[in-house]
């Protein structure tokens, strides 16, 4: 039920970012959902992409530092009080968010957030026992 995100580190310079985009364009790979982070120094950008191993391998020969990181999908309602329902399940089992972003779909009713939690296993175990959609990793690509 969790998912992998890839975390590229990247220096604050023009261009960088667009090389990661290059690279893994070049290599045919899908970018479902990314967050981009950063300080004066440095830059850290998430991705949930189609075919992680495959891009792995293509940013590592171009000398980018990755690292890998579970994550967790969760369908929410895209009503009004539709991501605090899911936010306060998780606060009151004293599951922390550490950060989370938008996940991209085409033609649904509900909205996709990511979620990274510092109790991973808790939380998908929390969301699923409520109600709450996970989506598997292999369903990402194609949701």
Not at 17 to 41: K, W
């Amino acid at each position: 039920m969790k998912a992998e995100q890839l975390s590229v580190f990247l220096e604050n310079r023009a261009g960088r970012l667009a090389e990661v985009t290059h690279t893994l364009a070049e290599a045919g790979i899908n970018i479902r959902a990314l967050s981009l982070a950063d300080t004066s120094d440095f830059g850290i950008l998430r991705m949930i992409v189609c075919d992680h191993e495959k891009a792995k391998t293509v940013l590592k020969e171009k000398g980018f530092t990755l690292g890998r990181t579970s994550v967790v999908a969760v369908e929410v309602a895209d009503t009004p009080g539709g991501l605090d329902a899911v936010l306060q399940l998780v606060s009151r089992n004293g599951i922390n968010v550490e950060y989370m972003y938008a996940f991209v779909q085409r033609d649904q009713e509900s909205a996709v957030m990511i979620f990274r939690f510092d109790k991973v296993d808790q939380a998908v175990d929390v969301l699923k026992n409520n109600g709450f959609t996970i989506i598997p990793a292999d369903r990402l690509c194609s949701y």
